[in-house]
């Protein structure tokens, strides 16, 4: 079974920095797409970043040159780091997971199966 566990969140400053990280379970990072969605209140999800198997990487135009997404294939552990942070980037993160199918669409929710609990992060001004 697949298991996705994210933390890292918490409340900052804006122009402040976090690292959110997704523990994964079940799965080989060697076969799987792997991305983070964040989630506003009144808001649909949205796509911030996704990483393939072949390790090629997608962003959201909004998270361009602050976000960075990564994985250690070591420790089955997805990674987010986010610098510049705007309160706009307030959400719950979510980490998600699936078999790669279309690498043209990373950032669509739609090709994910396999989703974690979330981790609020929150930015003040």
């Known amino acids: 079974q697949v298991q996705l566990v994210e933390s890292g969140g918490g409340s900052v400053q804006s122009g402040g920095s976090l690292r959110l990280s997704c523990a994964a379970s079940?799965?080989?990072?060697?076969?799987?797409?792997m991305s983070w969605f964040r989630q506003a209140p009144g808001k649909e999800r949205e796509g911030v970043a996704a990483i393939d198997h072949y390790e090629r990487t997608s962003y959201a135009d909004s998270v361009k040159g602050r976000f960075t997404i990564s994985q250690d294939n070591a420790k089955n552990t997805l990674y987010l780091q986010m610098t510049s942070l705007k309160p706009e980037d307030t959400a719950m993160y979510y980490c998600?997971?699936?078999?790669?199918?279309?690498?043209?669409?990373?950032?669509?929710?739609?090709?994910?199966?396999?989703w974690g609990q979330g981790t609020q992060v929150t930015v003040s001004s």
């Open positions: 079940g799965l080989k990072f060697f076969r799987s797409c």
């Open positions: 998600a997971a699936a078999r790669c199918r279309d690498l043209g669409r990373l950032l669509d929710q739609s090709q994910y199966n396999y």
